[in-house]
């Protein structure tokens, strides 16, 4: 059974990034510390990434960057980033978990686990493999465009970022699609700074994803598997907010 979180959706700059992760049965499957990656502190987020990606039978971590989630919308690019993280993965699952949202059109069943970063180990596998490689990337990302604090706050809306954003304006990392971004780009007259690249991290099972260039995955037809939500009730996307912005001082 294979698990599916992203992490990233309530930022208003950076990438958002998806994971997906098979743990094998047994005592090789219990992950010591493992736990939804926004209860972790990021020391503990770095010591069960180590143990996710040296005992999973397979991992995967898909990259959106930015400007994808201005060009196609927040929620299109979770659902395709969660799925081609999935299709990625090197052993093929019988059984999906995904967190909070219902992905379609990966050829085998599949349910929507409110919180299930909170429940299922696979899915909290798969939430610290994404928190930890985006991370990673605005750590990065702090040291081309140090005037907005993205070591500290990773891209998310705090007092600090939102007052940088009103006395530089957004850089070219931050999703103009969001209203206060849009906002404080109308009050600095210039352009944004020229984009480089996100790195991708640990070599070949971190993938940089171009939602809008990249050929959809070879997968069985859809209809060979199902979809549900484990909650019985369909969460609904939202434009601004994700899960982990509730997130606050160490644990971002």
């Known amino acids: 059974m294979a698990g599916a979180d992203e992490a990233g959706r309530g930022a208003c700059a950076g990438p958002l990034v998806a994971g997906a992760a098979i743990l094998p049965e047994g005592k090789r499957g219990e992950v010591p510390g493992l736990a939804d990656s926004k209860l972790l502190t990021p020391a503990a987020?770095?010591?069960?990434?180590?143990?996710?990606?040296?005992?999973?039978?397979?991992?995967?971590?898909?990259?959106?960057?930015?400007?994808?989630?201005d060009a196609r919308g927040l929620h299109v690019c979770n659902l395709a980033a969660m799925r081609r993280a999935l299709a990625s993965l090197t052993t093929s699952p019988e059984y999906v978990l995904t967190d909070g949202f219902p992905v379609d059109g990966l050829g085998v069943p599949g349910l929507a686990v409110w919180k299930g970063d909170r429940v299922a180990?696979?899915?909290?596998?798969?939430?610290?493999?994404?928190?930890?490689?985006?991370?990673?990337?605005?750590?990065?990302?702090?040291?081309?465009f140090p005037d907005y604090g993205f070591a500290v706050h990773k891209g998310y809306i705090t007092e600090e970022?939102?007052?940088?954003?009103?006395r530089h304006g957004p850089c070219a990392?931050?999703?103009?699609?969001?209203?206060?971004?849009?906002a404080a780009s109308g009050r600095v007259n210039?352009?944004?700074r020229a984009r480089?690249?996100?790195?991708?991290?640990?070599?070949?099972?971190?993938?940089?994803?171009?939602?809008?260039?990249?050929?959809?995955?070879?997968?069985?037809?859809a209809a060979e598997g199902t979809v549900g939500v484990a909650s019985g009730d369909q969460p609904q996307p939202s434009p601004m907010v994700g899960e982990d912005e509730a997130?606050?001082?160490?644990?971002r």
């Open 196 to 221: 480089r690249p996100v790195s991708a991290f640990d070599g070949q099972q971190t993938l940089l994803f171009d939602a809008s260039t990249a050929a959809q995955p070879v997968l069985p037809d």
């Open 173 to 182: 990392e931050h999703r103009f699609s969001y209203v206060n971004v849009a």
């Open 121 to 144: 180990a696979c899915v909290a596998a798969a939430s610290v493999l994404a928190k930890v490689t985006r991370d990673r990337i605005m750590v990065e990302m702090d040291d081309r």
């Open 190 to 192: 210039r352009p944004p």
């Open 161 to 166: 970022h939102s007052s940088a954003l009103l």
């Open 45 to 69: 987020r770095e010591r069960v990434y180590q143990e996710v990606v040296s005992r999973a039978l397979a991992w995967s971590v898909m990259i959106i960057p930015a400007t994808e989630v």
């Open 247 to 251: 997130m606050e001082g160490e644990n």
